[in-house]
C-alpha cells in the first residue's frame, strides 16, 4: 500500500480493456483513491468508481475532453473538491488512426494532434499548476508507446505524437525539477483494447498471432503491465527519477519487426 492516501487522475480510462484502467487498478492496488476519466461511455466510468470502491479506495468519474482546457481545468477542481489534493497524474488518452501518410485526411491529423499533443498539454498544465499550489511535490507520468523511440508505416501522425512527448517530457522534467515534481513516460508494445481492434493488421487470428511472433516475449502486452510502470514512477522507489522512459512492450522495441 505505496500509494495510500494519495490521489491520482488517470483519462482515458472507462473501458475495462483500456490501458487507462489497467493503470488505475495498479495504482488502486497500491492504496491510491482514484479520479477516472474518460471523453465517452460515461456509464463504463461509473462501473469503474464502483469497482474501486470494492478494491477499497476512493473513486471519482469525470466525463471529460482532454483536448478542451477549460474543461480539463474543471476536471481538476472536481479531483480537489472530492479529495482534497492531486499528487499523480497519468495522462493516458489517446487515439490512433491507421493512414499511409499520403492518405491521411486533415479532419484525422487533427483530431490525432489534438488528443495525443494537446490533450498530453492541458492535462500535464493543469494538474503541475495545482501540484504547485500544493506544495508537496508530484507525478506526472504520460502514456507514449513503443513508437515513441520504433517507426511503423501506416502510423506516421500517431508516431509522430508518441515521438514528441519524449521531448516533452524531458522538458517538463526540467521545469518541473525545482518542485519536486517528476516527469516520466511509459510506452506500451501490443496490447489488446479497443485501439487495436480496427488495426487492418489484426483483423484475423492468424494476423493477431503473426503480430505476437514479432515480440520476442511472445504475447501481448496486459493492460496491469503498464500500470505496475506507471505505479513505480508513482511510488516512493522512483523518488530519483525524472525525465525517463521505460518500454513495457515484451522487447518489441528492440526487435526486428516485419509486417
Ligand atoms: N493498445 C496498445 O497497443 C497501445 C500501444 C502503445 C501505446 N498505447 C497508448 O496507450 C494509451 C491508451 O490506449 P488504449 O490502448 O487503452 O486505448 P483505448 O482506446 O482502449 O483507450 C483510450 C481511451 O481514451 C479515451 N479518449 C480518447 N480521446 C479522449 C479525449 N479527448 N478525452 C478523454 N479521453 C479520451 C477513449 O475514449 C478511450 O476510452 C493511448 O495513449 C495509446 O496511444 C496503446
New binding site residues.
Partial sequence: MRLKGKTALV?????D????WGIALALAQEGANIVV?????PNELEKRVNDLNELGVGGLAVQ????DPSAVDDMVEQTIEKFGQIDIVAS?????RWEGFLEITPKNLRQIVD??IK?NVNVCRSVAKQMIKQGQGGRIII?????SDMHFTVTPV?GGT?HAMHTFVGSLALELAPYNITVNHV?????R????DPAPDQQSEDDIEANRRNVPLKRD?L?VEIGRAVTYFASPDGDYVTGAFIRVDGGLGISKYSL
Fill in positions: 483519462t482515458g480510462a472507462a473501458d480493456r483500456s490501458i487507462g476519466n474518460d471523453v465517452v461511455m471529460s475532453d482532454v483536448t493516458n488518452a489517446g487515439i490512433i488528443v495525443n490533450g502514456t507514449s508507446s513503443v513508437q500517431y508518441k510506452g506500451p508494445g501490443w496490447v483494447s479497443a485501439l487495436n502486452g493492460p
